[in-house]
T-cell receptor, first 115, second 114 residues
Framework: DVKVTQSSRYLVKRTGEKVFLECVQDMDHENMFWYRQDPGLGLRLIYFSYDVKMKEKGDIPEGYSVSREKKERFSLILESASTNQTSMYLC??????????????FGPGTRLLVL | AQKVTQAQTEISVVEKEDVTLDCVYETRDTTYYLFWYKQPPSGELVFLIRRNSFDEQNEISGRYSWNFQKSTSSFNFTITASQVVDSAVYFCALSEADNNDMRFGAGTRLTVKP
């Protein structure tokens, strides 16, 4: 079974803090994704990565950056957290043959509260 | 632009009832993929089905079935004889083959009461 883990289930940060959300997958998947989930909006893609050190902007990249130094790990960075970044953050991975057309496997999510 | 509409925000049924979750999509591509995911209270999205635009056959998996109709741009999901464990938020999603993007609907929260 594919396992995608996220470093924290719940996180509370203050406005202006730098926030790191970590995601690790154990199935040697090529692709990794970061989404945020908000009520009434579903999931929105922030960034994704097809390979180590590669990244592509999703639908809402503003205010975020990512890092993929190793294949199994994909980090989401909030350089200066703001209250409108309070949300549920979901990481996903997929095998890598067909990019966004493939089945994605999701982690349990990190619920971030920015005060 | 692609768009996925799940018009039903919340549905509540009593156990053993059948329930259909609607999904309507918009795309200009001829090649695209449709997905359904389930998000139980634990938060982790669970993959249910993936369908490409060239395969209009309906699919049945146990109590779950999917009705894909290109003529109405719909990909509806039916749960037969619902159970309490089916309570979750269900998401429909669309991805175009030539577009580096993935769009999810807003989700439908299904509550199955005993």
């Amino acid at each position: 079974d594919v396992k995608v883990t996220q470093s924290s289930r719940y996180l509370v940060k203050r406005t202006g803090e730098k926030v790191f959300l970590e995601c690790v997958q154990d199935m040697d998947h090529e692709n990794m994704f970061w989404y945020r989930q908000d009520p009434g909006l579903g999931l929105r893609l922030i960034y994704f990565s097809y390979d180590v050190k590669m990244k592509e902007k999703g639908d809402i990249p503003e205010g975020y950056s990512v890092s993929r130094e190793k294949k199994e790990r994909f980090s989401l960075i909030l350089e200066s957290a703001s209250t409108n970044q309070t949300s549920m953050y979901l990481c996903a991975s997929s095998l890598g043959l067909r990019g966004l057309q493939e089945t994605q496997y999701f982690g349990p999510g990190t619920r971030l509260l920015v005060l | 632009a692609q768009k996925v509409t799940q018009a039903q925000t919340e549905i509540s049924v009593v156990e053993k009832e059948d329930v259909t979750l609607d999904c309507v999509y918009e795309t200009r591509d001829t090649t695209y993929y449709l997905f359904w995911y389930k998000q139980p209270p634990s938060g982790e999205l669970v993959f249910l089905i993936r369908r490409n635009s060239f395969d209009e056959q309906n699919e049945i998996s146990g109590r779950y079935s999917w009705n894909f109709q290109k003529s109405t741009s719909s990909f509806n999901f039916t749960i037969t004889a619902s159970q309490v464990v089916d309570s979750a938020v269900y998401f429909c999603a669309l991805s175009e083959a030539d577009n580096n993007d993935m769009r999810f609907g807003a989700g439908t929260r299904l509550t199955v009461k005993p």
